[in-house]
């Protein structure tokens, strides 16, 4: 089979510099989500029509098994067709799908096609409570003859309610010959898709139709709104395959998963949260509300507190984090570590059992085991040029208040007073601290508020 995928189209109403079909929706361009699709089926070639947007489009879209083919000038959707033909392999039928309908499904494809076989021409339609706009379907004695384009309907056509959703199967030799003998001479001044329908209702070729298991598989984005709109329908359907899992969701309205979420046995989440990127979530771990969360793994049994900020990072089993905690890339948490609020880590490694509860900065650093990280504490990391590490070992008891200026080592079981600014080593199992001498002044008095002057 051929796939041909429709996305030259400009997308006037996005109001947008970004080519309408590389919106995101859950994270990913529109196009992405009909490429996947189309893939799913496994066709012997994907090609998609581009246009409008120019190499935005391509540059845009990953792979090596896509071709492409430009539409320039955009002249309708028949005319689209008709710039694929050429990579099309004519012994097998060709799908067409649109770049901007982005919840098309494989199951309502694959009865698409099963109901067209090799020789007819397979149309998806959908009966629409109000069919404004589309394409209506016209039967005869109950097979369909042909599409009118609303803007060429009279009142009886447009009283029809089973609508053309646009995606079509043909077999290909045939679809080249009814594109080649396509007129313009529509309301439009555009070469239709359409009317092949009646050239194959002409040439003696059966049309079946297929509909969609779900209605909101064929609904197109042309507007922000109607963006919106289809990203909480995405939303919520994998909401409910995650309950269906098993995990549970304070409420299935208020998630936002704009990649891949893969969760464990009773996994909690609460409201709010974003998931970006592959995120895998450990048994029995719980999210708290306002979380997100990209690329990481987080162990079993741990705990996420509200509103931390978590980016390419892993966290230990039965691990603490937040709430308020930002955890950068590059930063791996050992089992049962605590992190708590507005502690910020980049790059650092903290082993198990070790502890940073408030108000700290650790980048490029190596923490051992049961270190306990005093409130305040700061990495001094960086020079203004370069990036340097910092090695705090097992069992050291950083005192709050502390820089650590890198490159620089805390040994085992050493202890750092509050305050200190650590600049060379601190050796093993010993105090090391640097404070200035406490000093009171006896003769000090606190200064008082002078009396206002009178005018
Ligand atoms: C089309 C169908 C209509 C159907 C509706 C479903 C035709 C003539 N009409 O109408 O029967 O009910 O879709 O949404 O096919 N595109 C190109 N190049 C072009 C023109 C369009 O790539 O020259 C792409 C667009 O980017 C878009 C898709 O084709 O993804 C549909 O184009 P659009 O102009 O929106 O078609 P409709 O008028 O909505
Ligand atoms: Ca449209």
Redesign the pocket.
Known sequence: MNVVI????MGKRMRSDLPKVLHPLAGKPLLAHVVDCARSLGPGRIVI?Y?HGGEAVPRAIAGEDLLWAL?EP????G??VMQALPHLDPAAPTLVL???VPLIGRDTLARLLAAAGSGRLGLLTVELPDPEG??RVLREGGRIVR?V?HKDADDDARAIRE????IVVAPTAALARWLGALSNDNAQK?Y???DVVAAAVHDGIGVVSAQPADACETL?VNSKAQLAALERVFQHRLAGRLMDEGVQLADPARLDVRGELTCGRDVAIDVNCVFEGKVEIGDGASIGAHCVIRDTRIGAGAQILPFTLIESSSIGARARIGPYARLRPGTELGEETHVGNFVEMKNTRMAAKSKANHLSYLGDTTVGERVNIGAGTITCNYDGANKYQTVIEDDAFIGSDTQLVAPVRVGRGATLGAGTTLTRDAPEHKLTMSRTQQTTVESWKRPVKKPARKP
Request: proline residues 0%.
């Open positions: 429709l996305a030259a189209g029509v246009g539409q955009q002249l309708g959707t005319h689209a649109y770049g901007d589309y394409g599409i384009e609508v053309n959703t646009g555009e239709y898709l359409t197109g």
